[in-house]
């Protein structure tokens, strides 16, 4: 990735969205630039010294820079740095300070360093490292069994290459990896000619500029689906070690889930299982949408002929039905939520996998059924501590139980996990939702219009979003907005969205339809 570009909120960027040294189109001269900045970020790079190491002169590579990479050297150096002291404070390792990581990754003034910080990340160094600290406190509490998951994809995985001295390091980070594939619901596999996927890894570099990179191969197809690349990789460490491991199987998971959707999508029509069909209704029920959502049902309903007690089947059924109310998607919601309660009720006695718990999850928190949520969302944390989905449910679970701040970093850390998941946007629309119960009504309409250009077709979010304009005196935003809810729901009520909106705190709700009735939405 050349510096400058968006960063990621994770501890390391997936290599197809990075441009790399080798393969970037820049010229030679800045390609060695950007390798000597990267190699040593905490250096203060002259300008003639970056020259000297591209073959060219000062005033060349300051307009070959600008020209290609579109900045300076000193800014490029700048975004490398911050992106390098973000990887450090999300890995959260033991001991770690916030001085220490400014120094390694070349800002000698602190105070310069968390500005600039928290102007591109939206928080301070502290925020990210306190967080750290509650993802790191859900692993610890983590069982070293785990219960059989059904229909588990499989994925070989063996030995991580490497040099003779980190053989030792980078066999126990492959433990840790297979350790958190398997607590996220996939089957480790020691021979590709047994799994559908493969996974390999291999550790290049020394020292603080150690890297581990892992690819992700379809056995049936030789292609490449996925891969991922994770700096500064540590080595005494055990709980950092199990730290990076998760984060790893988390970013690996939608990947997958991708290919096991596409897979079932390839298959014949009559050859279909219960769980090929819940696959392929999985993405219409992600997309939180009236078309996706009708899709899901008619595959999940043929799901279910073929095996009512299928758990992933169930769950998402149970997810679609209360969707249908919540979301405005039916004429019939006392029916709808009746069907989506019975369906939960039958999942919760079904499984312990982390994303059918997860789904399950979501389903209650819809259905007012708070406290089980949260009982069903802290068992699929104890499960699987690396589930972006569990940790966004646990934050909304937050918001509706009247914690804000604590909803806001579960659903920073379901980002941090997962940020290109189909349901990250659902977590930003859950961190607009907290600052407006915090009564930040600017920063929640910041957050829920973010939400909205990553996912247009989730008008509902206006519901919320009006209201924050409305309460934070934006009134031709909050037109704007309201109009936008009234052109998908042309009908629809205030009366309407208060029997259809999820569990807020009473004082919220009723700030909610108060801003929408001021706003103009008919009572």
Same mark, same amino acid.
């Given at each position: 990735?050349?510096?400058?570009?968006?960063?990621?909120?994770?501890?390391?960027?997936?290599?197809?969205?990075?441009?790399?040294?080798?393969?970037?189109?820049?010229?030679?001269?800045?390609?060695?630039?950007?390798?000597?900045?990267?190699?040593?970020?905490?250096?203060?790079?002259?300008?003639?010294?970056?020259?000297?190491?591209?073959?060219?002169?000062?005033?060349?590579?300051?307009?070959?820079?600008?020209?290609?990479?579109?900045?300076?050297?000193?800014?490029?150096?700048?975004?490398?740095?911050?992106?390098?002291?973000?990887?450090?404070?999300?890995?959260?390792?033991?001991?770690?300070?916030?001085?220490?990581?400014?120094?390694?990754?070349?800002?000698?003034?602190?105070?310069?360093?968390?500005?600039?910080?928290?102007?591109?990340?939206?928080?301070?160094?502290?925020?990210?490292?306190?967080?750290?600290?509650?993802?790191?406190?859900?692993?610890?509490?983590?069982?070293?069994?785990?219960?059989?998951?059904?229909?588990?994809?499989?994925?070989?995985?063996?030995?991580?290459?490497?040099?003779?001295?980190?053989?030792?390091?980078?066999?126990?980070?492959?433990?840790?990896?297979?350790?958190?594939?398997?607590?996220?619901?996939?089957?480790?596999?020691?021979?590709?000619?047994?799994?559908?996927?493969?996974?390999?890894?291999?550790?290049?570099?020394?020292?603080?500029?150690?890297?581990?990179?892992?690819?992700?191969?379809?056995?049936?197809?030789?292609?490449?689906?996925?891969?991922?690349?994770?700096?500064?990789?540590?080595?005494?460490?055990?709980?950092?070690?199990?730290?990076?491991?998760?984060?790893?199987?988390?970013?690996?998971?939608?990947?997958?889930?991708?290919?096991?959707?596409?897979?079932?999508?390839?298959?014949?029509?009559?050859?279909?299982?219960?769980?090929?069909?819940?696959?392929?209704?999985?993405?219409?029920?992600?997309?939180?949408?009236?078309?996706?959502?009708?899709?899901?049902?008619?595959?999940?309903?043929?799901?279910?002929?073929?095996?009512?007690?299928?758990?992933?089947?169930?769950?998402?059924?149970?997810?679609?039905?209360?969707?249908?109310?919540?979301?405005?998607?039916?004429?019939?919601?006392?029916?709808?939520?009746?069907?989506?309660?019975?369906?939960?009720?039958?999942?919760?006695?079904?499984?312990?996998?982390?994303?059918?718990?997860?789904?399950?999850?979501?389903?209650?928190?819809?259905?007012?059924?708070?406290?089980?949520?949260?009982?069903?969302?802290?068992?699929?944390?104890?499960?699987?501590?690396?589930?972006?989905?569990?940790?966004?449910?646990?934050?909304?679970?937050?918001?509706?139980?009247?914690?804000?701040?604590?909803?806001?970093?579960?659903?920073?850390?379901?980002?941090?996990?997962?940020? #290109?998941?189909?349901?990250?946007?659902?977590?930003?629309?859950?961190?607009?939702?907290?600052?407006?119960?915090?009564?930040?009504?600017?920063?929640?309409?910041?957050?829920?219009?973010?939400?909205?250009?990553?996912?247009?077709?989730?008008?509902?979010? #206006?519901?919320?979003?009006?209201?924050?304009?409305?309460?934070?005196?934006?009134?031709?935003?909050?037109?704007?907005?309201?109009?936008?809810?009234?052109?998908?729901?042309?009908?629809?009520?205030?009366?309407?969205?208060?029997?259809?909106?999820?569990?807020?705190?009473?004082?919220?709700?009723?700030?909610?339809?108060?801003?929408?009735?001021?706003?103009?939405?008919?009572?």
């Amino acid at each position: 990735m050349i510096a400058g570009q968006d960063i990621s909120q994770v501890i390391s960027q997936d290599i197809p969205q990075r441009i790399s040294s080798a393969t970037s189109p820049v010229p030679r001269g800045v390609r060695r630039a950007l390798d000597a900045m990267r190699a040593n970020v905490g250096h203060n790079w002259r300008l003639t010294e970056l020259a000297a190491i591209a073959g060219t002169s000062g005033r060349t590579l300051q307009r070959q820079f600008l020209s290609f990479v579109g900045k300076t050297p000193r800014a490029v150096l700048r975004d490398i740095g911050l992106e390098c002291a973000r990887r450090e404070l999300l890995q959260g390792a033991p001991g770690v300070t916030i001085m220490d990581v400014a120094l390694r990754c070349g800002f000698p003034h602190c105070g310069r360093f968390s500005i600039a910080y928290r102007r591109r990340y939206g928080e301070t160094p502290s925020q990210t490292l306190k967080r750290q600290g509650v993802f790191t406190a859900t692993l610890g509490a983590m069982p070293s069994l785990f219960g059989s998951a059904r229909d588990r994809p499989a994925v070989a995985f063996g030995a991580i290459e490497a040099a003779t001295e980190n053989l030792e390091i980078a066999a126990d980070i492959a433990d840790d990896i297979a350790a958190a594939l398997t607590r996220a619901g996939i089957s480790v596999a020691s021979s590709p000619r047994t799994a559908g996927y493969q996974l390999t890894g291999s550790m290049r570099g020394s020292g603080p500029q150690t890297r581990l990179i892992f690819r992700l191969i379809d056995t049936e197809t030789g292609g490449q689906l996925w891969a991922h690349r994770a700096d500064g990789v540590p080595r005494d460490e055990t709980a950092t070690g199990e730290h990076l491991a998760t984060r790893i199987a988390a970013a690996l998971q939608p990947c997958l889930r991708v290919a096991e959707i596409d897979r079932a999508l390839r298959k014949p029509a009559s050859c279909l299982s219960a769980r090929d069909l819940a696959l392929r209704a999985m993405p219409g029920v992600l997309s939180l949408d009236a078309d996706g959502n009708a899709r899901a049902l008619e595959l999940l309903e043929r799901a279910l002929d073929l095996d009512p007690d299928h758990p992933l089947a169930i769950s998402l059924a149970a997810w679609a039905h209360v969707q249908r109310v919540v979301y405005h998607f039916t004429h019939a919601p006392r029916e709808e939520r009746a069907r989506s309660l019975e369906l939960a009720h039958k999942a919760s006695t079904l499984c312990n996998d982390a994303t059918v718990l997860a789904v399950l999850g979501n389903a209650l928190t819809l259905l007012n059924e708070v406290d089980a949520a949260d009982v069903v969302i802290r068992k699929a944390l104890a499960v699987d501590g690396g589930s972006a989905w569990a940790w966004s449910r646990s934050g909304w679970i937050d918001v509706y139980k009247g914690d804000p701040q604590s909803g806001i970093e579960r659903f920073k850390i379901a980002l941090d996990l997962a940020p #290109h998941d189909p349901l990250a946007f659902n977590s930003m629309v859950g961190i607009g939702c907290a600052h407006f119960n915090a009564g930040q009504y600017a920063d929640a309409a910041v957050w829920q219009e973010r939400a909205l250009a990553e996912h247009p077709s989730a008008s509902w979010v #206006h519901r919320t979003l009006c209201p924050a304009y409305v309460l934070a005196g934006q009134g031709p935003l909050a037109r704007r907005s309201l109009g936008a809810l009234r052109q998908h729901y042309p009908d629809l009520t205030v009366s309407e969205v208060e029997r259809g909106m999820p569990p807020l705190p009473p004082s919220q709700c009723d700030l909610v339809f108060g801003a929408l009735q001021e706003a103009g939405l008919p009572a």
